[in-house]
């Protein structure tokens, strides 16, 4: 299994300002992601964090929204930019090292006021 | 419609019971995974299925993926108020795996005493 932490594990923030969300692994993983989940919701994928380059975003999420930084193969950020109610959600990290496996962070509460 | 869809939505046993949820993809299945939740907490992963007709299981909870229905069943023997929470089932679609988990809606699950 992965240890992984994230931090804060929740915040009130003022909408038009900016959050920055760490994912922190124990060990050395192939693949990071970030997933969204609205209240009521179930995760919706937001990007793929690769290493060392660019983050691949799904459709409907945009980099100058999500900046995503992964500058080693345990760490990346996740930034929610220029911030509104409807950003309010839990922001979840995932990671995988080996196929069978993907495991989730405890994940980030947002609130957006 | 829906690419993952699970039925049912909620669900409520006496302790005891025996219950199954039900995913069901529509799309090619590379890969099917079963996550817990609990309210407020981040997922818990149960187990990965690939290959059709695979069965495995976790403690009293067993899934069993029917490659051809593209469908997955979770399976609680003898449930506990402890199985109580929410069961997501993600899929990776396609024919490699790219680790980006499409999930259903959820089955949330309550036991009685």
Redesign the interface.
């Known amino acids: 299994s992965a240890v992984i932490s994230q931090k804060p594990s929740r915040d009130i923030c003022q909408r038009g300002t900016s959050l920055t969300i760490q994912c922190q692994v124990d060990s050395q993983v192939t693949m990071m992601f970030w997933y969204r989940q609205q209240p009521g919701q179930s995760l919706t994928l937001i990007a793929t964090a690769n290493q060392g380059s660019e983050a691949t975003y799904e459709s409907g999420f945009v980099i100058d929204k999500f900046p995503i930084s992964r500058p080693n193969l345990t760490f990346s950020t996740l930034t929610v930019s220029n911030m509104s109610p409807e950003d309010s959600s839990i922001y979840l990290c995932s990671v995988a090292r080996i196929v069978e496996t993907q495991y989730f962070g405890p994940g980030t509460r947002l609130l957006v006021l | 419609s829906q690419e993952l869809e699970q039925s049912p939505q909620s669900l409520i046993v006496q302790e005891g019971k025996n219950l199954t949820i039900n995913c069901t993809s529509s799309k090619t299945l590379y890969?099917l995974?079963w996550?817990k939740q609990k309210y407020?907490?981040?997922?818990i992963?149960l187990m990965?299925l690939?290959k059709g007709g695979e069965e495995k299981s976790h403690e009293k909870i067993t899934a069993k993926l029917d490659e051809k229905k593209q469908q997955s069943s979770l399976h609680i023997t003898a449930s506990q108020p402890s199985h109580a929470g929410i069961y997501?089932c993600?899929a990776v679609h396609g024919s490699s795996?790219?680790?980006?988990?499409?999930?259903?809606?959820?089955t949330t699950l309550q036991v009685k005493p």
Request: charged share 10%.
């Open positions: 890969g995974y996550y407020g907490e981040g997922l992963f990965m690939q997501l993600g795996n790219t680790g980006k988990l499409i999930f259903g809606q959820g």
